[in-house]
Nanobody, 123 residues
Framework: QVQLVESGGGLVQAGGSLILSCAASGRTFSRYAMGWFRQVPGKEREFVAAISWSGGSRDYADSVKGRFTISRDNAKNTVYLQMNSLKPEDTAVYYC????????????????WGQGTQVTVSS
């Protein structure tokens, strides 16, 4: 099993940047593909970014391509989401998740979830 704890959320002005971190427990972190999702009240959780277990393959939602970067450090059991050029529409609770799939972009493909961290972008 993997336990995930996100951090780094907060309030930022439009155009600003934030780095989210997700710390994982357990010695098998490097076996999991990792992803970031986000959710706003009344809407379904949506895919943001994913990275394979080795870090060699990455996927992004079209809405964040060119602005967000996902990375991981398997020695530190941590995955990151660098968010640049933030927009008010990026406001959401951001969740980190772990998947047993080689790489996954759908909610149902992820088995473990963190508690989420709020990101608010003001205009």
């Amino acid at each position: 099993q993997v336990q995930l704890v996100e951090s780094g959320g907060g309030l930022v002005q439009a155009g600003g940047s934030l780095i989210l971190s997700c710390a994982a427990s357990g010695r098998t972190f490097s076996r999991y593909a990792m992803g970031w999702f986000r959710q706003v009240p009344g809407k379904e959780r949506e895919f943001v970014a994913a990275i394979s277990w080795s870090g060699g393959s990455r996927d992004y939602a079209d809405s964040v391509k060119g602005r967000f970067t996902i990375s991981r450090d398997n020695a530190k059991n941590t995955v990151y989401l660098q968010m640049n050029s933030l927009k008010p529409e990026d406001t959401a609770v951001y969740y980190c998740a772990a998947s047993n799939f080689v790489q996954a972009t759908m909610v149902k493909e992820y088995s473990y979830w963190g508690q989420g961290t709020q990101v608010t972008v003001s205009s």
